[in-house]
């Protein structure tokens, strides 16, 4: 699987969008981009996953740029209870059953 | 509620016990993945099932770890003569048919040996 880089940490104001930016410089062109997030205490919980187009659901938006060596995930409106350490994960969808966790990027919300 | 649950949630045990976690995955996924996660870090995978077989162990399951599923529904991980780095917490997931990354993981069980 590709490696990714995700900052440590983000704070974003309760009610702006939050976005959170993750590079895979080395995916090939058969994997995806999976995001995840763990909140305290709990374990973790699919977000979205995306190939190359633009993606969104009832949780977030998926953004792949054109070269797919990076992406943003985005919050639309950031709630309190999306503080969470984020995780951007690259793994193809046949073959690989494991996914393969970096240390995420710790997203707070701040009132 | 019909989510991944395990049992216990919480163990406290001594060095050198043995200690078994008990996990039931949503009922018609047909596979089941072990995790474990140590305080700061991200999870890192354990092994995996699909329906009865174990398909792959990691190299951090060492001997002294067992992991069955007898029946393809409920899962067992078992840990022989515990050590205090094995204090972490165990994170069970299960996916459907077609969508294996798209793990549906349950609230863990957390681990520590004294």
């Known amino acids: 699987d590709a490696k990714t880089t995700q900052p440590t940490s983000m704070d974003c104001a309760e009610g702006r969008a939050a976005n959170l930016p993750c590079n895979h410089s080395?995916?090939?062109?058969?994997?995806?981009v999976y995001w995840y997030r763990q909140i305290h205490s709990q374990g973790p919980q699919y977000i979205i996953h995306?190939?190359?187009n633009n993606e969104t659901n009832e949780m977030a938006s998926l953004i792949i740029t054109e070269d797919r060596k990076s992406s943003t995930l985005i919050l639309p409106h950031a709630t309190l209870r999306d503080t969470a350490v984020y995780y951007c994960?690259?793994?193809?969808?046949?073959?690989?059953?494991?996914?393969?966790f970096g240390t995420g990027t710790r997203l707070t919300i701040i009132p | 509620d019909t989510g991944v649950s395990q049992d216990p949630r919480h163990k406290i045990t001594k060095r050198g016990q043995n200690v078994t976690f008990r996990c039931d995955p949503i009922?018609?996924?047909?596979?089941l993945y072990w995790y474990r996660q140590t305080l700061g870090q991200g999870p890192e995978f354990l092994t995996y099932?699909?329906?009865?077989?174990?398909?792959?162990k990691s190299r951090l399951l060492s001997d002294r770890f067992s992991a069955e599923r007898p029946k393809g529904s409920f899962s067992t991980l078992e840990i022989q003569r515990t050590e205090q780095g094995d204090s972490a917490m165990y994170l069970c997931?299960?996916?459907?048919?077609?969508?294996?990354?798209?793990?549906?993981f349950g609230p863990g069980t957390r681990l520590t040996v004294l």
């Open positions: 997931a299960s996916s459907p048919v077609g969508s294996y990354n798209e793990q549906f």
């Open positions: 995306g190939l190359k």
């Open positions: 994960i690259v793994t193809s969808n046949f073959g690989n059953e494991k996914l393969t």
């Open positions: 099932f699909q329906n009865e077989a174990q398909l792959e």
């Open positions: 009922s018609e996924h047909n596979r």
């Open positions: 080395t995916i090939s062109g058969n994997e995806y």
